[in-house]
């Protein structure tokens, strides 16, 4: 297969088409896994083949995007969680004639890069929805738990929380591969300072750690969380966690691919320069019966 | 001194042959590492009842004939038989539950644990049945303690890392095992080495002790005076090779420490040390005598 | 010949409390006593019959695991699929159990028996190979990190069991691995987890087959000198395999503890922890070139770790410092251990 | 007497290809040379110039860690803290140019001092306490990973750098650490990062003072029988404390290289690494209890540790398998790497 | 034997003083670890020109003594006075600066590492100056050979590691480093433990020789036969306690001899030798020689 310089359709054999889908995902993430799924059922449908990998590391994942350019791939969808970190490698894809389409985080900076267009919600948009909806819910303590030290987009989660919440808000480091751990943590938070009355969590495996966390304790905070699982919504159901937001990963990897196949196949520059959001959504008790069946199936 | 044969589990030959049988037998035996030929076409026998001595120069290969024997190393020419059985000995725990016992000249302790724990490694007493044996640790003690001080070693404590104590007691915690668990043979590396006199005089006792129990003795040494008296038959190993093997009916002391010594490149040093000690030194007479 | 004098002249003087401060614990335990006596000064809840349960049920699982990893240090090898094991063994039951509708019972047996295998395959290649243990595990702690997701994903199609608590029997099993009991009558007085109870066992066990039995002996041989152990005729095979067995199966135990407790697995599960036993384990007074340590040691390692980790949160200082604080700890608290422990020696 | 004989009847025969083959990294570039032929025969990509210079450009930095982490294996210790340090000094460049607007070179040479002073504590906590090197870095490790998150956040409100190449002079520290170059004319064609030759340099210099000096002696000496080597006069505490600050200043080196081949750094760089560099380090030919080992092998295990990890992605497989592929790779590599060495020993 | 200055680095007091001269002096010394006490009250000196036997059973504490000579141990009591200064030696290398060097009971030898290296450690030859200085690897590696040449040890490769070599070898190798590189004061521990009868002749008269040079040696020994020849004084050691200081003139071979093994309690083992071995065993003779 070409280059894919040219945008005229010298390629309608969609089956020679490849695309690289590199993310800055940590080993194992959910949130990722749906992205990743998603990105895949595209493949699937349009017949194209999609190889996805992910580093969180700027320097590796500047590492496999050159490694995608050298392999001639047809297209690359990039998460931009460090853009000064990826502008070197993301300029010489595009210099090399491979189109981007950026998602996720990064959307500040895709035009300038080169890339399509952006597809997602930033950390800060899902983060200014949270706080704004716990705010309105009355919440005037929470704690925010991170369950990866240091990761750029979890840290962006919680500061932007806080920019709308307007109460105390703080953060708590947890370690995410040890659920126990992370339940003891929540709850040894909880009973020092009993007047916290919301746990943020950025992940759904850490709230129900969280619901755990809250009965051991005794304590009357309430959960919300970021990402959705099977448990998350029979825990909405049930009443143990007030909300989660839905960033819809799924949709963040199938338009991802989808953008890059309209470009291969049509032309098109889906987004005309301006970038797409994917989220957010709110799930609640009320459409959590309309979800769980998507949930279930690992797409949501 | 008692022993229960529940102390010695490892060791399922505990009956000593009949005097003069051939217990183990080695066939044109050799051992390389890697490109190192260690040893190589040595031939002997050791005979229940009988004390072997095998001697030589530093490095020719003493160390690596008695590993062969102890299975600590497995030869990589020749045949070695026990009782007549072609075998290849795979571990020492092999060796030591066919009755074979050795003293190595690394002494084979292990540094960090206690001397008692050291002393019975490998063939604990227990007490108890099921799932609740357990160490009989107090009868492990008394009997190291006591063992020891047979020896002439009066230990502060047996509860002292091993690595704590000066060379001779280590050497001697090795030793006092090896005879306290020798079934049929026992095999002695320069044990005697870092010993005082009358340490050593309590080895050679051992030695002949074991001897008339009716137990095979590999014994090397440097010391001539040790060899002789003990030894039954003499072995001489130079670089790597068999000078032969000797029975002490058809040799003297001074022939024998001559031969160790390597005869005629003797002879200089001798004539060196005369000069350089006085020709009344004992020791430059005793080589004097050594070269004849 | 005499055997024993009474009174030895070159020996200045023993007590039974001196003989006691030479274990290889007593740093460690003065360590822990420490860092308890400060948080329960300085925080309201660490003290507390809640605070304690917390910071006692997260030592709990850390611990069984670094006790198991201590015997196995002790023998002079590193297992750092210990930490994977435990995801994996919760992993198969959930999957079996959520997708495959099997037996929990079955699904535990069956997950026990895959963990002494993988121990097994640990020990062999390690003996066999002649290669140091720490690259061995490092490929079976990769290779099962990547089962461990891939698999699950491809099983049930996403990376963390889902509804476990609805399948049949789960409370039978919950009872026995993942129960709580009410300290004060209530939940909110705190809540005393059974993996407790199976950590003081373990312990325990731990600590008499090191210190009583035959096999004990031959743990601290193999790790202290290998050679000579052999050479006096340890069955050094037998013991290093058995070792990483037993490392397995405790990540067994602490698998089926993690899975009951929290009704979940994920798979990234125990990836990491692997190095948090050693910790505990070195803290312990386990010396890492093997042939010395306990198994108390190892459990006050955990506890130490628990109660820093807890007690930093209780104490509310800022997060951000979390690890700054958690590394000056642990410095405290080796410092004071080896400080005690040269005492001990000087003055034994 | 004579001196020596021209030919010996006690050795078997000797050859000087069986010289060469007596090196501990031999297994390590034969495992090199299978894993490369591997990947050149089954991808399309992996053998070509664009995907060779991406391969090199991941096995350069974590190579020259690997190096300086083998010196310091060689000489008996760990550092658990040589990754964490990667990341303090790029963020000490990063937060001093763009936060408060130092000339980029000056923050280089502070950033430089802060390692050495790290490399210099750890080396005097480990000489003064008797403590474990595993246990003293880990705590180092734990602050710094601490520092750097709460540091960063405290200073500049964000976790990573962003904004560096503003900055005058960047271009000048970018010619040095972060340059490429073009290898068929063009980008296209793959670009060789500057960071290979550094890597080439550092490799060089260590086995130059490994093997022909007199500090290189004492490394060995010192890894492989302390108390032998002060016994015989060797200056133990300066050759450690100088060892820890050569892995401390390695670790400034890759800082530096990060830094300014992404112009960003966040706060979580080089977490996790210092595994990667000992396991790369004992890949090529290190003993984990010291006194053995080359850098050229340590080079090689970065070599074999990147090409896998690049090959895995040109083969397209599955990333969810990724690890299991990694760890399947890494015990080929190493058991492949063991069985030539005994060959070699063998055969010498 | 060629020697260069510049190969021995550490040494900065090179000159031997003249003979008589007190180099070392202890005064009370004691050594205890934790509660044990090896060493306590021993008073004596070393002096250029005069071979200083220490004399003692195993265990006596006689290592002990020599590694606070050595600066390995630092003494827990009492004074150590080197040319009249009290001084504390608080690492091996301050003592070799004063041209002290030592052959430790357990040899010092890095196991892992070449011969030559080792034989070098801690004192390497180096060529070309600043930066470039390097090790003249050549020049080394002929050295180590040609003094174990001149031991009657003839290696096969001195790039062998050292831990393959013999027990007996190995000890040559500590022992020719520390007579290669001793400027002032030799300490030998049990040297000849180890060697064989011709090595031991070769040691002995290296330690005649260094005694001519001047230099102040001590040696200990288990072996009266190797003590008395080249001994000027004799310091027997029992149970950690210094039982005298006796110069040759006031002592026999046998009187020597009697003391190191323990007089009266060696009389009960001739006697059971000699029931044992016979009485004409020139072993039991010896014992029966001892206890007069
Ligand atoms: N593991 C090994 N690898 C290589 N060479 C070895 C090894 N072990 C021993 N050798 C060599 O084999 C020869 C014989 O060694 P061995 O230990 O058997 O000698 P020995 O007769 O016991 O000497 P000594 O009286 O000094 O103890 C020596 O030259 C030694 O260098
Ligand atoms: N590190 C130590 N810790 C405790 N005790 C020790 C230590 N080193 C030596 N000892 C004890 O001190 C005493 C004297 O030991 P030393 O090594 O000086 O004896 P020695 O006279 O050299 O004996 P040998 O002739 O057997 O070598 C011994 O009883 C030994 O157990
Ligand atoms: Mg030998
Ligand atoms: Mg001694």
Same mark, same amino acid.
């Given at each position: 297969?070409?280059?894919g310089?040219d945008d /005229?359709?010298?390629?309608?054999?969609?089956?020679?088409?490849k695309?690289?889908v590199?993310?800055h995902?940590?080993?194992?993430?959910?949130?990722?896994?749906r992205?990743?799924?998603?990105?895949e059922k595209?493949?699937d449908?349009?017949g194209v083949a999609?190889?996805y990998s992910? !580093?969180p590391d700027?320097?590796?994942?500047?590492q496999l995007i050159d490694s995608a350019?050298?392999d001639k791939y047809?297209?690359i969808?990039?998460s931009m969680?460090n853009?000064?970190?990826l502008?070197?490698a993301?300029?010489?894809?595009?210099?090399?004639?491979?189109p981007?389409v950026?998602?996720?985080?990064?959307v500040d900076?895709?035009?300038?890069?080169?890339?399509?267009?952006?597809?997602g919600?930033?950390e800060?948009?899902?983060?200014?929805a949270v706080?704004?909806?716990?705010?309105a819910?009355?919440a005037k303590?929470?704690?925010?738990?991170i369950q990866?030290a240091g990761?750029?987009?979890?840290?962006?989660r919680?500061?932007? +929380?806080?920019?709308?919440f307007?109460?105390?808000i703080?953060n708590l480091q947890?370690?995410?591969?040890?659920?126990?751990? &992370?339940?003891a943590?929540i709850?040894?938070?909880l009973?020092?300072d009993?007047s916290i009355?919301?746990v #943020?969590t950025l992940?759904?495996?850490?709230?129900?750690?969280a619901v755990g966390s809250?009965?051991?304790?005794?304590?009357?905070?309430k959960?919300?969380?970021?990402d959705?699982?099977?448990?998350?919504?029979k825990?909405i159901q049930d009443?143990?966690i007030?909300?989660?937001v839905?960033?819809?990963?799924?949709?963040q990897?199938f338009?991802?691919?989808?953008?890059?196949?309209?470009?291969?196949?049509n032309g098109?520059?889906v987004g005309?320069?301006?970038p797409?959001?994917s989220?957010p959504a $709110?799930?609640?008790?009320e459409?959590?019966?309309?979800?769980?069946?998507?949930a279930?199936n690992?797409?949501? | 001194?008692s022993r229960?044969?529940a102390?010695k589990?490892?060791t399922?030959?505990?009956?000593?042959?009949a005097?003069?049988?051939?217990?183990?037998?080695?066939?044109d035996?050799g051992?390389?590492?890697g490109n190192?030929?260690?040893l190589?076409?040595v031939?002997t026998s050791?005979?229940?009842?009988?004390?072997?001595?095998?001697?030589g120069d530093?490095?020719a290969?003493? =160390?690596?004939?008695i590993?062969?024997?102890a299975?600590?190393?497995e030869h990589?020419d020749?045949?070695l038989l026990?009782d007549?059985e072609?075998?290849? #000995?795979?571990?020492?725990?092999a060796a030591l539950?066919l009755?074979i016992?050795t003293?190595?000249? /690394?002494?084979?302790v292990?540094?960090?644990?206690?001397? *008692?724990?050291?002393?019975?490694?490998?063939?604990?007493i227990?007490?108890?049945?099921?799932?609740?044996?357990?160490?009989?640790?107090?009868?492990m003690k008394r009997?190291s303690?006591?063992?020891? %001080?047979?020896?002439g070693?009066?230990?502060?404590?047996?509860?002292?890392p091993?690595?704590?104590l000066?060379g001779?007691e280590r050497q001697?915690v090795a030793?006092?095992?090896?005879?306290y668990?020798?079934?049929r043979?026992?095999?002695?590396?320069?044990?005697?080495?870092?010993?005082g006199?009358?340490q050593?005089? +309590?080895?050679?006792?051992?030695?002949?002790?074991?001897?008339?129990?009716?137990?095979?003795?590999?014994?090397?040494?440097?010391n001539?005076?040790?060899?002789y008296?003990?030894g039954d038959r003499f072995?001489?190993?130079?670089?790597?090779?068999?000078?032969?093997?000797?029975p002490?009916?058809?040799?003297?002391? !001074?022939e024998l420490?001559?031969?160790?010594a390597?005869g005629?490149?003797?002879?200089?040093l001798a004539?060196?040390?005369e000069?350089?000690?006085?020709?009344?030194s004992?020791?430059?007479?005793?080589m004097k005598a050594?070269?004849? | 010949?005499?055997?024993?004098?009474?009174?030895d002249?070159?020996?200045?003087?023993t007590s039974?409390?001196?003989?006691?401060?030479?274990?290889?614990?007593?740093?460690?335990?003065?360590?822990?006593?420490?860092?308890?006596?400060?948080?329960?000064?300085?925080?309201d809840?660490f003290?507390?019959s809640?605070?304690a349960a917390?910071?006692? =049920?997260g030592?709990?699982?850390?611990?069984?695991m670094?006790?198991a990893?201590a015997?196995l240090?002790i023998?002079?090898?590193? /297992?750092?699929?210990?930490?994977?094991?435990t995801g994996?063994?919760?992993?198969?039951v959930?999957i079996?159990?959520?997708?495959?509708?099997?037996n929990v019972w079955a699904?535990?047996?069956v997950s026990?028996a895959i963990?002494?295998l993988?121990?097994?395959v640990?020990?062999? #290649?390690v003996?066999r190979?002649?290669?140091?243990?720490?690259?061995?595990?490092?490929?079976?702690f990769? &290779?099962l990190? @990547?089962?461990?997701?891939? @698999?699950?994903?491809?099983l049930?199609g996403?990376?963390a069991?889902?509804g476990?608590?609805n399948?049949?029997?789960y409370?039978q099993?919950?009872?026995? $691995?993942?129960?709580?009991?009410?300290?004060?009558?209530s939940?909110a007085?705190g809540?005393?987890r059974?993996?407790?109870f *199976?950590w003081i066992?373990?312990?325990?066990?731990?600590?008499?087959?090191?210190?009583?039995?035959?096999?004990?002996? *031959?743990?601290?041989a193999v790790?202290g000198?290998q050679t000579?152990?052999?050479?006096v005729?340890?069955p050094?095979f037998?013991t290093?395999? @058995?070792?990483?067995?037993?490392? %397995?199966g405790?990540?067994?135990?602490?698998g089926?503890?993690l899975?009951?407790?929290?009704?979940?697995?994920?798979?990234?599960?125990g +990836?990491?922890?692997?190095?948090?036993?050693?910790?505990?384990a070195?803290?312990g007074?386990c010396?890492?070139?093997?042939?010395y340590?306990?198994?108390?040691?190892a459990?006050?390692?955990?506890?130490?770790y628990?109660m820093?980790?807890?007690?930093?949160v209780?104490?509310?200082w800022e997060n951000? *410092?979390?690890f700054?604080?958690? @590394?000056?700890?642990?410095?405290?608290?080796?410092l004071?251990?080896?400080?005690?422990?040269?005492?001990a020696?000087? %003055?034994?």
């Amino acid at each position: 297969s070409g280059t894919g310089k040219d945008d /005229d359709a010298t390629k309608d054999n969609a089956k020679d088409l490849k695309y690289a889908v590199i993310t800055h995902s940590g080993p194992g993430d959910a949130f990722w896994d749906r992205v990743k799924s998603g990105a895949e059922k595209a493949g699937d449908d349009y017949g194209v083949a999609i190889k996805y990998s992910a !580093d969180p590391d700027p320097a590796q994942q500047s590492q496999l995007i050159d490694s995608a350019v050298a392999d001639k791939y047809d297209g690359i969808v990039v998460s931009m969680a460090n853009p000064d970190g990826l502008e070197e490698a993301i300029k010489k894809a595009v210099a090399a004639g491979v189109p981007v389409v950026t998602i996720n985080s990064g959307v500040d900076r895709f035009k300038e890069f080169g890339a399509i267009t952006h597809i997602g919600q930033t950390e800060t948009i899902a983060g200014e929805a949270v706080g704004e909806r716990l705010k309105a819910d009355g919440a005037k303590n929470a704690i925010c738990v991170i369950q990866e030290a240091g990761n750029v987009g979890l840290e962006e989660r919680c500061k932007a +929380v806080a920019e709308t919440f307007g109460g105390k808000i703080s953060n708590l480091q947890v370690d995410g591969t040890d659920d126990s751990a &992370v339940q003891a943590t929540i709850t040894s938070k909880l009973q020092t300072d009993k007047s916290i009355d919301t746990v #943020l969590t950025l992940g759904g495996q850490y709230a129900i750690d969280a619901v755990g966390s809250i009965e051991e304790s005794g304590s009357s905070a309430k959960v919300a969380t970021f990402d959705l699982s099977e448990d998350v919504i029979k825990n909405i159901q049930d009443g143990k966690i007030e909300f989660a937001v839905d960033q819809q990963p799924y949709v963040q990897g199938f338009l991802g691919v989808t953008t890059l196949y309209l470009k291969d196949i049509n032309g098109n520059d889906v987004g005309g320069g301006q970038p797409v959001n994917s989220g957010p959504a $709110f799930i609640t008790k009320e459409n959590a019966d309309a979800v769980l069946k998507f949930a279930a199936n690992g797409t949501r | 001194m008692s022993r229960k044969t529940a102390t010695k589990p490892v060791t399922t030959a505990a009956v000593p042959a009949a005097p003069g049988t051939v217990v183990i037998e080695v066939k044109d035996i050799g051992k390389r590492y890697g490109n190192i030929i260690a040893l190589s076409d040595v031939s002997t026998s050791v005979r229940a009842g009988e004390v072997t001595c095998v001697l030589g120069d530093n490095g020719a290969g003493k =160390s690596t004939f008695i590993k062969i024997l102890a299975g600590a190393h497995e030869h990589t020419d020749g045949e070695l038989l026990i009782d007549g059985e072609p075998t290849t #000995l795979s571990s020492p725990r092999a060796a030591l539950e066919l009755g074979i016992a050795t003293v190595y000249q /690394d002494l084979a302790v292990v540094p960090l644990m206690p001397v *008692w724990r050291n002393f019975f490694l490998g063939s604990e007493i227990t007490k108890g049945a099921g799932p609740f044996r357990k160490l009989d640790v107090d009868e492990m003690k008394r009997i190291s303690k006591s063992e020891l %001080a047979a020896m002439g070693i009066d230990l502060r404590d047996v509860d002292q890392p091993i690595g704590t104590l000066s060379g001779g007691e280590r050497q001697c915690v090795a030793i006092a095992r090896a005879v306290y668990f020798g079934a049929r043979v026992l095999i002695l590396d320069e044990p005697t080495a870092a010993l005082g006199v009358k340490q050593s005089g +309590v080895v050679l006792r051992y030695i002949a002790k074991a001897r008339d129990r009716g137990l095979g003795v590999v014994f090397i040494t440097h010391n001539p005076h040790h060899a002789y008296p003990v030894g039954d038959r003499f072995m001489l190993l130079r670089r790597g090779k068999s000078m032969g093997d000797f029975p002490k009916s058809e040799m003297t002391l !001074d022939e024998l420490t001559s031969m160790m010594a390597g005869g005629a490149e003797l002879e200089s040093l001798a004539h060196e040390l005369e000069s350089t000690l006085g020709a009344d030194s004992p020791l430059a007479q005793e080589m004097k005598a050594e070269v004849q | 010949m005499a055997t024993a004098t009474a009174v030895d002249e070159r020996i200045a003087r023993t007590s039974t409390l001196t003989k006691l401060m030479k274990r290889p614990e007593i740093g460690a335990l003065a360590a822990a006593i420490v860092i308890f006596a400060f948080f329960a000064v300085t925080t309201d809840t660490f003290a507390r019959s809640q605070g304690a349960a917390t910071w006692l =049920s997260g030592a709990s699982t850390i611990g069984i695991m670094a006790v198991a990893v201590a015997l196995l240090m002790i023998g002079g090898e590193f /297992d750092l699929s210990a930490g994977a094991i435990t995801g994996t063994t919760g992993l198969v039951v959930g999957i079996l159990t959520t997708e495959y509708g099997l037996n929990v019972w079955a699904a535990i047996f069956v997950s026990l028996a895959i963990a002494l295998l993988i121990g097994m395959v640990n020990g062999i #290649l390690v003996m066999r190979t002649g290669l140091p243990s720490f690259i061995v595990t490092l490929g079976t702690f990769f &290779v099962l990190q @990547g089962v461990n997701l891939a @698999g699950t994903k491809a099983l049930i199609g996403q990376v963390a069991i889902q509804g476990l608590s609805n399948v049949p029997f789960y409370d039978q099993a919950k009872a026995i $691995f993942g129960d709580a009991i009410d300290i004060n009558g209530s939940a909110a007085g705190g809540q005393l987890r059974i993996s407790v109870f *199976w950590w003081i066992g373990v312990t325990a066990l731990a600590t008499w087959v090191l210190l009583r039995t035959r096999v004990g002996n *031959w743990i601290f041989a193999v790790g202290g000198a290998q050679t000579s152990a052999r050479q006096v005729g340890v069955p050094v095979f037998k013991t290093k395999v @058995g070792l990483f067995m037993t490392t %397995a199966g405790a990540g067994w135990l602490v698998g089926m503890l993690l899975v009951f407790r929290t009704s979940t697995v994920q798979a990234g599960t125990g +990836v990491g922890q692997e190095f948090i036993y050693i910790i505990c384990a070195v803290v312990g007074g386990c010396l890492m070139t093997g042939g010395y340590g306990s198994a108390i040691g190892a459990a006050f390692g955990a506890l130490i770790y628990s109660m820093v980790n807890s007690g930093i949160v209780y104490s509310g200082w800022e997060n951000d *410092w979390l690890f700054t604080f958690l @590394g000056v700890m642990l410095l405290v608290a080796v410092l004071l251990n080896e400080w005690v422990r040269k005492r001990a020696e000087l %003055a034994r």
